[in-house]
Nanobody, 130 residues
Framework: QLQLVESGGGLVQPGGSLRLSCAVSGFTLDDFAIGWFRQAPGKEREGVSC????????YYADSVKGRFTISRDKVKNTVYLQMNSLKVGDTAVYYC???????????????????????WGQGTQVTVSS
């Protein structure tokens, strides 16, 4: 059974940093690409960042490029999202997901919020506020 568990969310002031973790079980990071998505109240889901299982290539949404970094630790079977220079607009529930559809072949396409990953974590709340 595939499981993803997010952690690391919380309340932070604008300009601060957080590191989210996505611990996976039932599969390895060589099996599936992992995506980070977020959804704020009243807004559509947004693809934040994705990392390829094949070569570790990454994709970032324009809204987070230069501020967020996705990485993976194959030994710990965990994917991280380092978030720096946080803004109020980054406030959302953040989810990690695995098992993108087979027809998706590029990491950029995987981060499209309309892509239906098969497995999702429960989400972790990130609130950026002064």
């Amino acid at each position: 059974q595939l499981q993803l568990v997010e952690s690391g969310g919380g309340l932070v002031q604008p300009g601060g940093s957080l590191r989210l973790s996505c611990a996976v079980s039932g599969f390895t990071l060589d099996d599936f690409a992992i995506g980070w998505f977020r959804q704020a109240p009243g807004k559509e889901r947004e693809g934040v960042s994705c990392i390829s299982n094949i070569d570790g290539s990454t994709y970032y949404a324009d809204s987070v490029k230069g501020r967020f970094t996705i990485s993976r630790d194959k030994v710990k079977n965990t994917v991280y999202l380092q978030m720096n220079s946080l803004k109020v607009g980054d406030t959302a529930v953040y989810y990690c997901a695995a098992e993108p559809p087979d027809y998706i072949t590029t990491i950029q396409a995987m981060c499209d919020p309309k892509v239906l990953f098969a497995s999702w974590g429960q989400g972790t709340q990130v609130t950026v506020s002064s």
